[in-house]
């Protein structure tokens, strides 16, 4: 989808996304130090706010204008005068370059794109990690569409963790996770399992 798909889809009066952070974001930073994140693929901003909350410096990119300006005025209100830990840059993945070095923390949280977009992206994102710094990477898994449960329906725009792992290969960074995790969810149809890509790594 192209950022005036996003567009449209950020501009109901509905979050989209959930209010708190995801999950695996929470469980991976729950007990970090606050320090320099940088969150690609923002959204509406649930995670980079989260960790703002937290005392995080956070800077959140997309290249949806719609999701970003939810961000903006969630941090107003969830932030207040500590509004300016979360830089908010409109750009696309495809084009932005992040400080070389620069983020104790990097986060992408389901992009879901194709895999030329993806590898470029995860290697800009590898080399935002700061020295004994952290990237994850959780998506929705390849094989979420035959064994779990929404998420998108084209195989295209899924991966693994391993998937994730072999795109930021020779960036300087150890893989410390790569894996399938399983999300329980609610559906109409009752209790379901989603599965997510999960890659966590560190730059040694
Ligand atoms: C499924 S949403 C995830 C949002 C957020 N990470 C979260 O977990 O709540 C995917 C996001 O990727 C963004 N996106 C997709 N392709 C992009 C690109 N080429 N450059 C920047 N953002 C992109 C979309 O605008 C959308 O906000």
Do not use: K
């Amino acid at each position: 989808m192209d950022s005036a798909g996003w567009d449209r889809r950020y501009t109901g009066s509905e979050l989209v996304w959930s209010a708190g952070p995801n999950r695996w974001v929470q469980e991976v930073a729950a007990d970090l130090p606050a320090g320099n994140a940088l969150d690609l693929a923002a959204g509406e901003g649930r995670n980079a706010l989260w960790l703002a909350e937290r005392g995080w410096t956070v800077t959140a990119v997309d290249f949806s204008a719609a999701g970003l300006a939810r961000a903006s005025s969630l941090a107003a209100r969830r932030l207040g005068e500590h509004a300016d830990r979360l830089q908010l840059v409109e750009a696309d993945l495809r084009e932005y370059v992040p400080v070389r070095h620069g983020a104790a923390l990097v986060i992408v949280a389901y992009l879901q794109v194709g895999e030329q977009v993806r590898r470029h992206a995860l290697r800009a994102a590898a080399d935002a990690v700061a020295p004994a710094g952290l990237l994850l990477v959780v998506a929705h898994d390849s094989d979420n569409l035959a064994h779990g449960v929404g998420g998108p329906q084209d195989p295209a725009v899924l991966y693994t963790a391993q998937d994730a792992a072999s795109d930021i290969e020779g960036h300087g960074l150890q893989v410390l996770r790569a894996e399938p995790r399983t999300r329980d969810i609610t559906t109409d149809e009752g209790p379901r399992t989603a599965i997510d890509a999960f890659l966590l790594a560190h730059r040694p």
